[in-house]
Every structure is written in C-alpha cells, then in structure tokens.
T-cell receptor
Framework: EPEVTQTPSHQVTQMGQEVILRCVPI?????FYWYRQILGQKVEFLVS????????KSEIFDDQFSVERPDGSNFTLKIRSTKLEDSAMYFC??????????FGAGTRLSVL | QKEVEQDPGPLSVPEGAIVSLNCTYS??????FMWYRQYSRKGPELLMY????GNKEDGRFTAQVDKSSKYISLFIRDSQPSDSATYLC??????????????FGTGTQLKVEL
C-alpha cells in the first residue's frame, strides 16, 4: 500500500542551526501538508502546498520556515534558525483526489 | 473557546467493551469530520471520515456527526487490545480544492485491557 515516507525519523540539532526535513508524498497526490505536534499537545497545521506554491499557512509558519518541492518526488520543510520551541514531531501529509489526507510516520526534531 | 475539544482520557476499558469517543467543536463552518488513530511516536492513521451530519459504519467502527449540537462520536464495538492507541478527531471546512487544513482535537488515549 502506498505511504508517505519521512526522513530522518529523528533529527537532533543545536539552537540556531538550519534543518531540512524531508518527505516523499504518495506518488499521484498533488496537495501536500506539514503539521507539527509538540509533545503532549495537539497536531497543528503549518502549511499546505499545491502546484509549487503555498496554498495556506498558519501563524506558526513564520519567516523561519520554508517549503519546497525540489524535484518530482520530494517535499521539504526547512527551518532556518531553530529555536528550542521548535522541538516537536513534524508530520508530512499528502491528499488524495477525494480530499483525504494521509500522514507519514513523522520526524522527531530535538533542538538543544 | 477552543475550536475543537476532546477529552484526553486516558480511557481504560476491558476487552470486548463498546468504546465511545467524542469531540465537540465551535466552528459551524466545519463540514468534514475525520477520525485518526495514532500509536505512540507514529503518524496519524486515517480511520474514517464523514461529511455533514449522519452515521457511517466500517466494520467495528461507527462514526456519528450531529452538526446541530456540534458533536461528533466514534464508537468501537468489541474492542481489542490492538485498539489501544490515541484517537484524534479532525475536521475541515472543505475537502477538495485549495487549502483544507485539518483542525485536530487533542486526542483521547484509549487502553483496552485483557
């Protein structure tokens, strides 16, 4: 069964460093999303992406964040200068033609 | 008032019990309602979705939506230890087209005991 793949599963970084989280969405899906889940809190929407541009973003998604689809398969989330409060699980999702979103297993980001 | 509210639990039931999980919401624009299951340190797995009010059944799972009360439920019949997980409700204004972000509840932690 097709699935959303995320790498790495765990990323440890120092505060102020840049990180790139990678996702391979399901191959025939056209809409992509990033969500995050801070430990013990709810899953929160960050950004949606379609046709090589951002469709919608939340107030969390400030200038420190960017997304890109660098090739035909990958979808990335970049955090330019990580803060302690960026520590969270980051989930990528892609959406089928019926509108249903399917999530990857997530990348746990630990900012030290 | 939070946009989506969900009792975090934990909810502990014996094997074979009927489980009822619920969410309330405040945004009357929500039209699509989903239930996801999340195992520890894993991504949310889509279980069911419903559009507007009504019931939907899939095997041991039944989803109900009451838009007049802004209340949604997931029932699990004949619960099994493998059902032990966190159950997240999620909802959106639209489904296809642009955006259509999901707004999640905090999740209810369920434990089904032998």
């Amino acid at each position: 069964e097709p699935e959303v793949t995320q790498t790495p599963s765990h990323q440890v970084t120092q505060m102020g460093q840049e990180v790139i989280l990678r996702c391979v969405p399901i191959s025939n899906h056209l809409y992509f999303y990033w969500y995050r889940q801070i430990l013990g809190q709810k899953v929160e929407f960050l950004v949606s992406f379609y046709n090589n541009e951002i469709s919608e973003k939340s107030e969390i998604f400030d200038d420190q964040f960017s997304v890109e689809r660098p090739d035909g398969s990958n979808f990335t989330l970049k955090i330019r200068s990580t803060k302690l409060e960026d520590s969270a699980m980051y989930f990528c999702a892609s959406r089928d033609t019926g509108g249903l979103q399917y999530f990857g297993a997530g990348t746990r980001l630990s900012v030290l | 008032q939070k946009e989506v509210e969900q009792d975090p639990g934990p909810l502990s039931v014996p094997e074979g019990a009927i489980v009822s999980l619920n969410c309330t919401y405040s945004n009357s624009a929500f039209q699509y309602f989903m239930w996801y299951r999340q195992y520890s340190r894993k991504g949310p797995e889509l279980l069911m979705y419903t559009y507007s009010s009504g019931n939907k059944e899939d095997g041991r799972f039944t989803a109900q939506v009451d838009k007049s009360s802004k209340y949604i439920s997931l029932f699990i019949r004949d619960s099994q230890p493998s059902d032990s997980a966190t159950y997240l409700c999620a909802m959106s204004v639209g489904l296809t087209g642009g955006g259509n972000k999901l707004t999640f509840g905090t999740g209810t932690q369920l434990k089904v005991e032998l």
